[in-house]
């Protein structure tokens, strides 16, 4: 009798306390909608986003509660909130992305409602859903709305019959390989490949000729699968040389909706943005008013709530809109919105998801200035933008100030992680027009230094100094047509770069650059050479793609005589103090740097860009490098094994595609650097690997260097 009794009770009882508790949390919305205020909410994210919620919730004096996964445990948005629950492991699958679990926090926690960010479920129309049934307020849209504009297909059909005008594709649901080739042939190529429920460039391919389509079809496909569990694509004409320009939306439950302005975001690499600014240069008003009216029209197309945005491509040939796609969510751009607004997006969320209504009409809307926003991103630029991870060893930020704001969402020390997005912060700044907002763009990038893994800053800066960009005449297209100016080698062999790492060598007496090169020489202890009345030493360095020995006598008095392959001795005169700030006259000029030391690597932070100086790896380490990895392909960064597609014996060609890696949430092919046999192969699919592992190594036939691919 008991072990029947007992357990029918016990589940009687669960019933009736989770029956409870939503009811519970379904009076507590209602009651918030009834007082036109929240008292708590659950933001379901993490990172600069999550911390950006948190901000505004706690001005609002808006209890907050947040969740966190393993590597998130002490991170800064779990430390900002009231309270935090932990939600799972480290993949997103497993705690991010737990609907479920979430709502369960949610009501455990007495939270009103919850704020998905954008990313993870802010656009996942059943999360909206299983919300409302538990009684949870979503900040956001409706669940039908977040339905109708998450599909590419849908969406287009809407826009059509509300005379949004939009561009010639295919949006069916026949998606067999021979329809879609038969339809991409009937609009005529160039081509754009993009998964129905696709964003942020994920599931995204270009196709120029014919012969391509099957090859970009599949890996669309795979990669929307992975980031979306929904590989549909559709296929739609090429603009070849468009604008991204988007409009901000806000509707409220009482059937008012406004537009915010308009955002140029055509600025892009893999199809993701990277600088955004508002408004748009070069519109004229009657342009704009008709961007926002179209935007509008598409938001009540589908009784929008909340913010959203509705994005267009823009011909810059024939001056004609195009609606995109709508995001039913928060944008990660929405600061340069705020910043020509003067007002608080986040605040109008909580408010309207209240059940208040909007706070001004279209009339009431200012637009003010003109406002820049750059995203900071763990990347790679010279490796084709290969996001990257790994510890914030140093990071100094600008300023913060009214008209200057750094959203981030980590601090030195912290860790850029493998499983998430690699953003490291937003920079955003705001001036009363465009080419003062610009200049102080420009100068808070030189502001913001990072040490410790690859970053875009230097990037970023060289991009908003380009010619045209200044001109604001910019499209989709703007980086690769300007590769050449934007992605180039640095010269660090400069006297004023060698000048200051020598200068940061010997003040923080580094022991590997403070001895002479041949550490078996009687001069390699750490006294110095005296001769006369001058101490001379030599200092060095690995700088770029060589070694460097700089010849250094000092004078006294912080003066010094340097010289250096073939360099025409010169003088310098200079001190680094306490704060790594270095001070250093040459050549006419003087030179003010902001440095760091970590390990035995030197972080120099000059106008010219950042400068990593390390002291040359000795010959015997460089050799036996080489031949651990020599005829291999190796992991350009830390990811997951997805696809082998060679074994050992395998004659490969150059090119052929070996193994698929798969890095935030990216899909990465790792091809043969040339014609070989297969010797090993190294992991198997699920695999983690940290970059620069050996993947794939080739027999031995001629001497070839290792290879990085992507």
């Keep these: 009798f008991f072990f029947f009794f007992f357990p029918r009770v016990l589940i009687s009882e669960m019933w009736r306390f989770t029956a409870k508790t939503v009811r519970l949390a379904s009076s507590h919305a209602h009651a918030a909608r009834s007082r036109g205020h929240l008292n708590k909410i659950l933001v379901a994210n993490r990172g600069e986003i999550a911390c950006r919620v948190l901000q505004s919730a706690r001005r609002m004096g808006v209890r907050s509660v947040a969740v966190f996964s393993d590597p998130d445990r002490n991170a800064m948005h779990t430390q900002m909130a009231d309270e935090a629950y932990h939600v799972g492991p480290a993949a997103s699958a497993q705690s991010y992305l737990r609907g479920e679990r979430i709502v369960e926090i949610a009501l455990e ?16 129309a059943d999360f909206a859903e299983l919300c409302e049934k538990k009684g949870v307020i979503f900040i956001g849209p409706p669940a039908s709305a977040i339905r109708d504009m998450g599909s590419k297909s849908e969406s287009k059909n809407i826009m059509t019959a509300s005379n949004v005008p939009v561009v010639k594709g295919y949006h069916g649901d026949d998606q067999s390989d021979e329809r879609l080739r038969a339809e991409a042939d009937a609009i005529g190529y160039p081509v754009m490949i993009k998964a129905v429920k696709g964003g942020g460039g994920k599931g995204m391919r270009i196709v120029r000729e014919q012969g391509d389509f099957e090859e970009m079809l599949d890996s669309a496909r795979n990669e929307a699968r992975k980031s979306f569990g929904d590989d549909r694509v559709l296929v739609e004409k090429y603009i070849d040389r468009p604008r991204h320009i988007e409009v901000q939306v806000f509707a409220d439950m009482h059937g008012n909706c406004v537009y915010l302005y308009e955002r140029d975001c055509s600025v892009q690499r893999r199809h993701q943005k990277i600088i955004e600014e508002a408004p748009a240069p070069h519109l004229s008003e009657e342009l704009r008013h008709s961007l926002g009216q179209a935007a509008v029209r598409a938001a009540k197309a589908v009784n929008y709530v909340g913010a959203g945005t509705v994005e267009f491509i823009f011909d810059t040939d024939t001056n004609e809109y195009y609606f995109m796609e709508m995001n039913t969510r928060l944008q990660v751009e929405h600061p340069v919105t705020e ?7 986040v605040e109008w969320q909580l408010r309207i998801a209240a059940g208040q209504p909007l706070p001004v009409t279209q009339e009431q809307i200012p637009l003010i200035g003109h406002s820049f926003e750059a995203r900071i991103y763990a990347e790679n630029p010279d490796s084709n933008f290969l996001p990257g991870s790994g510890p914030l060893l140093f990071m100094r930020v600008p300023e913060k100030a009214a008209d200057v704001r750094v959203e981030t969402g980590v601090r030195q020390g912290d860790v850029v992680s493998v499983h998430y997005d690699p953003m490291i912060a937003k920079l955003v700044v705001w001036a009363p027009d465009r080419e003062r907002a610009l200049a102080k763009l420009t100068s808070c990038l030189r502001q913001y230094n990072i040490a410790g893994l690859h970053t875009n800053i230097d990037f970023l800066t060289t991009l908003a100094n380009h010619p045209e960009f200044v001109k604001g005449d910019v499209s989709t297209k703007f980086i690769e047509e300007n590769k050449g100016d934007l992605l180039f080698s640095k010269n660090a062999k400069t006297p004023s770069v060698v000048a200051q790492a020598v200068l940061v060598a010997l003040a923080s007496e580094v022991p590997a650059a403070t001895s002479t090169c041949d550490t078996h020489s009687p001069w390699a202890a750490r006294e110095a050479l005296r001769l006369a009345d001058t101490l001379t030493r030599d200092v060095c360095f690995k700088i770029g793609d060589g070694d460097l020995t700089a010849h250094v006598t000092f004078h006294g008095k912080n003066k010094y005589t340097i010289s250096y392959e073939g360099q025409e001795p010169f003088e310098v005169e200079g001190a680094v103090d306490a704060d790594g700030n270095v001070r ?12 760091t030391v970590t390990d035995h690597e030197i972080h120099l932070f000059t106008d010219e860009g950042q400068f990593t100086v390390v002291m040359a790896t000795p010959s015997y380490l460089a050799d036996a490098r080489t031949a651990a990895v020599g005829n291999a392909v190796i992991a350009p960064m830390n990811g997951k094994v997805e696809k082998v597609h060679v074994k050992v014996g395998d004659t490969v060609k150059p090119n052929q595609a070996l193994v698929v890696m798969e890095a935030m949430k990216m899909e990465l092919v790792l091809r043969s650097p040339r014609a070989g046999k297969v010797a090993q192969v190294n992991f198997k699919p699920g695999d983690l690997v940290d970059e620069s592992s050996v993947i794939v190594k080739f027999e031995e036939e001629e001497e070839s260097a290792p290879v990085k691919s992507a």
């Design 109 to 124: 926690s007495g939270a009103e409602a919850i704020h998905p960010g954008y990313g993870f479920l802010s656009e996942n």
């Design 339 to 345: 910043m020509i607004t003067k007002t608080d997006l």
């Design 584 to 595: 250093a006259q040459l050549l006419g000029r003087l030179y003010k740097t902001t440095s």
